[in-house]
């Protein structure tokens, strides 16, 4: 016989053996199953499973079907698909624990850790769903961390198809970016994709962030409705996430407030808000403090409202579970947020100076930020009660002076390359730091400025370029930086700077993160002469509808100064005006002599109509004998105690000066007070008589009622033409206050 011959025998002879069957037929559906899984099953480590688990089962059903009840198939049949099961099931676990640890990091803003945390995943590993959560952490941990460039590449990478995560993740670069147009048009093309239903969670944010473009272009209404829209979708898909839920409802409160002064509005958003959260949380508690206190200094709210909420949210927390350390951090980040706006920081202070040895043991950034933001906070605590925390002043001063760079340098070499956020920090803050230095090093602390700017550019980061290019002309204004005139002696450099930075404002034209380089760049100009940009900038801010007290002291100073000279600016621009009225020619003719004439006067009447403006009635005036004359002559400027600063209207009229474009002079630095005038010095140059030294008067004493009437009609037909934008008194005293006469705080 053939072999074939023999083997059908063999088969044949089986067939009708009832025990034949239930094995040949479990073995078939098993490889039939096993086939099933490797046609939908991509990775190789879960095939490897499979077909492992699949001979195991077939081992199993044989020993058990075929009753050979062999002991050491048995353990086989077991070990087969445990072992690969434990190789596939511990990693998953581990990396459902690693993702975990990174989204509560980036809920603290550890991006660092959490992209040190997320290298350690190996994507082999992974899930689908696991995977497509990975790529998207690392998509947004390269944004977070300011590595724009890598962000994009890697988004190309992980994007085959264009879908609604594409889109979005596009959206969220330009907004990142300060391109609203883009940012716009990728937000509706993200909504109008396919696959928008495929992800509720991704879905939501969508909607959320399509109400924030609207929002960045003012169409407050518009984003309302959007706002609407995504809570409700957040309801009706029974969402959970404390992270997304708390970016809608600071956009949403914040969307309101603009929407309407009322604080009914936005506090019930917020009433909302805290009603979803678990209040018992600490992390919670923290979360609505910073949403209130943000919101409260928006509207301006007085100092005792905020002063309570503080002083309550720190009695809470501080008497929670909260350990030390993080008790210590939320008191110095407290301590700052208090005394910026003007309330009670010592209840901080007191924990701060009873653990000086917990902020000793922070990590090198933490350390760095809780003893200078007390450096701020003690260079502007005024009174008594300062004396009482001494050792942590003393402390902070002699960390930032000898353990802060090094500090800051450990920490910057520790950092990836992808942290352009935190290697760029590091370099402005050792700026700062060397500015504080004696002996002062300008190439030094410019050079680290510069440092941040290139990486800055290199990654796109136009709106902190804008930043740190403005905190190069803050450096270029201090004192040392400036000539005996007061001017700033890096005028080009300055000028410099300036365009640069308006180039990248209008790069990022309509962007909400401008609003502070508004106040910044309107005082630059002003330390240029470029007194209509001055006006623009101050405009600019004023159009935001902002709050000013929603900013730093320091940038309350800067908008007060802004304020001040935007208002002599109109003053001087409604002259200009008035004097191009049709209607200028009804009155009589010392009055249209005034105005045609201007700005070539002696300065008297100009300082006085001025001086009313201002409610400032003082004055200065020269007095010399010009070359060839026998009468003296006069020039008269108003000089403005409070800010100790000369105006004058008039001073253009000198135009072979180099000082004529200005308007406005420092201390005694006023051309004909201080000497250094070409106009008086050619003027009295062959004189017989020069009177030395200036005349400093009320310039209203001794006017007669002639010259009264004059000032009254000019003045009258001259406020016609201030525009209804222009910035009060009272709006500028009840900001210059807090600097000139600071209320001590009492304990």
Same mark, same amino acid.
């Given at each position: 016989?053939?072999?074939?011959?023999?083997?059908?025998?063999?088969?044949?002879?089986?067939?009708?053996?009832?025990?034949?069957?239930?094995?040949?037929?479990?073995?078939?559906?098993?490889?039939?199953?096993?086939?099933?899984?490797?046609?939908?099953?991509?990775?190789?480590?879960?095939?490897?499973?499979?077909?492992?688990?699949?001979?195991?089962?077939?081992?199993?059903?044989?020993?058990?079907?075929?009753?050979?009840?062999?002991?050491?198939?048995?353990?086989?049949?077991?070990?087969?698909?445990?072992?690969?099961?434990?190789?596939?099931?511990?990693?998953?676990?581990?990396?459902?624990?690693?993702?975990?640890?990174?989204?509560?990091?980036?809920?603290?803003?550890?991006?660092?850790?959490?992209?040190?945390?997320?290298?350690?995943?190996?994507?082999?590993?992974?899930?689908?769903?696991?995977?497509?959560?990975?790529?998207?952490?690392?998509?947004?941990?390269?944004?977070?961390?300011?590595?724009?460039?890598?962000?994009?590449?890697?988004?190309?990478?992980?994007?085959?198809?264009?879908?609604?995560?594409?889109?979005?993740?596009?959206?969220?670069?330009?907004?990142?970016?300060?391109?609203?147009?883009?940012?716009?048009?990728?937000?509706?093309?993200?909504?109008?994709?396919?696959?928008?239903?495929?992800?509720?969670?991704?879905?939501?944010?969508?909607?959320?962030?399509?109400?924030?473009?609207?929002?960045?272009?003012?169409?407050?209404?518009?984003?309302?409705?959007?706002?609407?829209?995504?809570?409700?979708?957040?309801?009706?898909?029974?969402?959970?996430?404390?992270?997304?839920?708390?970016?809608?409802?600071?956009?949403?409160?914040?969307?309101?407030?603009?929407?309407?002064?009322?604080?009914?509005?936005?506090?019930?958003?917020?009433?909302?808000?805290?009603?979803?959260?678990?209040?018992?949380?600490?992390?919670?508690?923290?979360?609505?403090?910073?949403?209130?206190?943000?919101?409260?200094?928006?509207?301006?709210?007085?100092?005792?409202?905020?002063?309570?909420?503080?002083?309550?949210?720190?009695?809470?927390?501080?008497?929670?579970?909260?350990?030390?350390?993080?008790?210590?951090?939320?008191?110095?980040?407290?301590?700052?947020?208090?005394?910026?706006?003007?309330?009670?920081?010592?209840?901080?202070?007191?924990?701060?100076?009873?653990?000086?040895?917990?902020?000793?043991?922070?990590?090198?950034?933490?350390?760095?930020?809780?003893?200078?933001?007390?450096?701020?906070?003690?260079?502007?605590?005024?009174?008594?009660?300062?004396?009482?925390?001494?050792?942590?002043?003393?402390?902070?001063?002699?960390?930032?002076?000898?353990?802060?760079?090094?500090? !800051?340098? %450990?920490?910057?070499?520790? &950092?990836?390359?992808? /942290?352009?956020?935190?290697?760029? @920090?590091?370099?402005? #803050?050792? +700026?700062?730091?060397?500015?504080?230095?004696?002996?002062?090093?300008?190439?030094?602390?410019?050079?680290?400025?510069?440092?941040?700017?290139?990486?800055?550019?290199?990654?796109?980061?136009?709106?902190?370029?804008?930043?740190?290019?403005?905190?190069?002309?803050?450096?270029?204004?201090?004192?040392?930086?400036?000539?005996?005139?007061?001017?700033?002696?890096?005028?080009?450099?300055?000028?410099?700077?300036?365009?640069?930075?308006?180039?990248?404002?209008?790069?990022?034209?309509?962007?909400?993160?401008?609003?502070?380089?508004?106040?910044?760049?309107?005082?630059?100009?002003?330390?240029?002469?470029?007194?209509?940009?001055?006006?623009?900038?101050?405009?600019?801010?004023?159009?935001?509808?902002?709050?000013?007290?929603?900013?730093?002291?320091? !940038?309350? %100073?800067?908008?007060?100064? &802004?304020?001040?000279? /935007?208002?002599?600016?109109?003053? @001087?621009?409604?002259? #200009?005006? +008035?004097?191009?009225?049709?209607?200028?020619?009804?009155?009589?003719?010392?009055?249209?002599?005034?105005?045609?004439?201007?700005?070539?006067?002696?300065?008297?009447?100009?300082?006085?109509?001025?001086?009313?403006?201002?409610?400032?009635?003082?004055?200065?005036?020269?007095?010399?004998?010009?070359?060839?004359?026998?009468?003296?002559?006069?020039?008269?400027?108003?000089?403005?105690?409070?800010?100790?600063?000369?105006?004058?209207?008039?001073?253009?009229?000198?135009?072979?000066?180099?000082?004529?474009?200005?308007?406005?002079?420092?201390?005694?630095?006023?051309?004909?007070?201080?000497?250094?005038?070409?106009?008086?010095?050619?003027?009295?140059?062959?004189?017989?008589?020069?009177?030395?030294?200036?005349?400093?008067?009320?310039?209203?004493?001794?006017?007669?009622?002639?010259?009264?009437?004059?000032?009254?009609?000019?003045?009258?037909?001259?406020?016609?033409?201030?525009?209804?934008?222009?910035?009060?008194?009272?709006?500028?005293?009840?900001?210059?206050?807090?600097?000139?006469?600071?209320?001590?705080?009492?304990?």
């Amino acid at each position: 016989m053939s072999p074939i011959e023999i083997i059908w025998e063999l088969v044949s002879s089986e067939l009708g053996d009832s025990d034949f069957w239930p094995p040949i037929a479990v073995g078939a559906v098993i490889v039939f199953a096993l086939f099933w899984l490797l046609s939908k099953i991509k990775r190789w480590q879960y095939r490897v499973g499979a077909i492992t688990l699949a001979i195991g089962l077939i081992v199993a059903e044989c020993n058990l079907l075929l009753e050979w009840h062999c002991a050491f198939l048995y353990l086989l049949a077991g070990l087969l698909p445990v072992l690969p099961a434990l190789c596939i099931f511990v990693p998953f676990l581990l990396n459902q624990y690693r993702f975990y640890r990174i989204k509560k990091l980036c809920k603290q803003q550890s991006y660092v850790e959490a992209l040190e945390l997320l290298n350690a995943v190996k994507p082999m590993w992974l899930t689908v769903k696991q995977l497509r959560n990975y790529q998207k952490r690392r998509f947004f941990l390269l944004v977070n961390l300011g590595s724009i460039r890598k962000a994009r590449v890697y988004l190309e990478e992980i994007c085959q198809r264009k879908g609604t995560f594409y889109h979005f993740a596009l959206h969220i670069l330009a907004f990142r970016l300060g391109d609203l147009k883009t940012s716009f048009f990728e937000i509706q093309a993200a909504e109008d994709s396919d696959d928008l239903r495929d992800d509720p969670f991704l879905q939501f944010q969508v909607i959320m962030n399509h109400g924030v473009c609207y929002a960045a272009e003012n169409n407050y209404h518009l984003a309302d409705e959007y706002y609407n829209r995504a809570i409700a979708f957040y309801n009706d898909h029974h969402l959970q996430d404390e992270d997304l839920l708390g970016t809608f409802y600071y956009n949403l409160a914040f969307n309101r407030l603009r929407l309407s002064p009322d604080t009914t509005a936005w506090q019930t958003a917020l009433d909302e808000y805290q009603s979803r959260l678990d209040m018992k949380k600490t992390d919670a508690q923290i979360r609505m403090l910073n949403l209130r206190l943000e919101l409260l200094r928006q509207t301006e709210a007085p100092r005792e409202v905020m002063d309570d909420l503080l002083q309550g949210a720190f009695s809470t927390i501080t008497g929670g579970k909260l350990p030390i350390k993080n008790q210590v951090f939320f008191a110095s980040s407290a301590a700052r947020v208090t005394w910026a706006a003007q309330v009670n920081p010592i209840p901080f202070l007191k924990l701060l100076n009873d653990n000086i040895s917990v902020i000793e043991s922070l990590p090198a950034n933490q350390r760095y930020r809780v003893y200078a933001g007390l450096d701020i906070l003690f260079h502007d605590f005024h009174g008594p009660s300062s004396d009482s925390f001494a050792s942590l002043k003393n402390r902070a001063s002699d960390y930032l002076q000898i353990e802060a760079e090094s500090d !800051l340098q %450990r920490w910057q070499n520790s &950092l990836p390359e992808e /942290a352009i956020y935190e290697r760029c @920090d590091c370099f402005r #803050k050792m +700026a700062i730091l060397c500015r504080n230095r004696i002996p002062y090093n300008w190439e030094r602390v410019v050079g680290f400025q510069q440092n941040a700017i290139r990486l800055y550019h290199d990654n796109e980061l136009y709106l902190d370029e804008l930043c740190t290019r403005q905190d190069v002309m803050d450096e270029m204004l201090d004192e040392r930086n400036r000539d005996e005139d007061h001017r700033p002696i890096y005028i080009d450099e300055m000028r410099e700077q300036l365009s640069s930075a308006e180039k990248l404002l209008s790069q990022l034209a309509g962007h909400p993160a401008l609003v502070e380089s508004y106040i910044r760049l309107g005082c630059y100009c002003l330390d240029l002469d470029e007194y209509e940009q001055s006006l623009r900038y101050a405009r600019l801010f004023r159009n935001t509808g902002i709050s000013v007290q929603n900013f730093a002291p320091w !940038l309350r %100073r800067y908008y007060a100064i &802004l304020l001040f000279h /935007a208002r002599v600016i109109l003053f @001087d621009q409604a002259i #200009k005006e +008035a004097s191009a009225d049709k209607r200028l020619c009804a009155f009589d003719e010392n009055v249209q002599n005034w105005f045609n004439t201007y700005p070539q006067h002696d300065g008297l009447v100009d300082a006085l109509l001025l001086g009313r403006f201002l409610s400032i009635p003082v004055g200065k005036t020269k007095v010399w004998i010009p070359n060839g004359e026998s009468e003296p002559k006069g020039h008269t400027w108003l000089w403005i105690p409070k800010l100790e600063m000369n105006i004058d209207l008039t001073y253009p009229q000198f135009a072979d000066d180099r000082f004529c474009r200005c308007m406005f002079f420092y201390k005694n630095r006023h051309p004909f007070e201080a000497g250094t005038s070409l106009t008086l010095q050619a003027s009295q140059q062959n004189s017989p008589l020069i009177f030395e030294g200036i005349t400093y008067s009320r310039l209203d004493d001794g006017l007669s009622k002639e010259t009264h009437a004059l000032l009254d009609t000019i003045y009258g037909f001259l406020y016609e033409h201030i525009p209804n934008d222009c910035p009060t008194m009272t709006e500028f005293n009840r900001l210059i206050m807090e600097f000139i006469e600071p209320v001590p705080i009492q304990i």
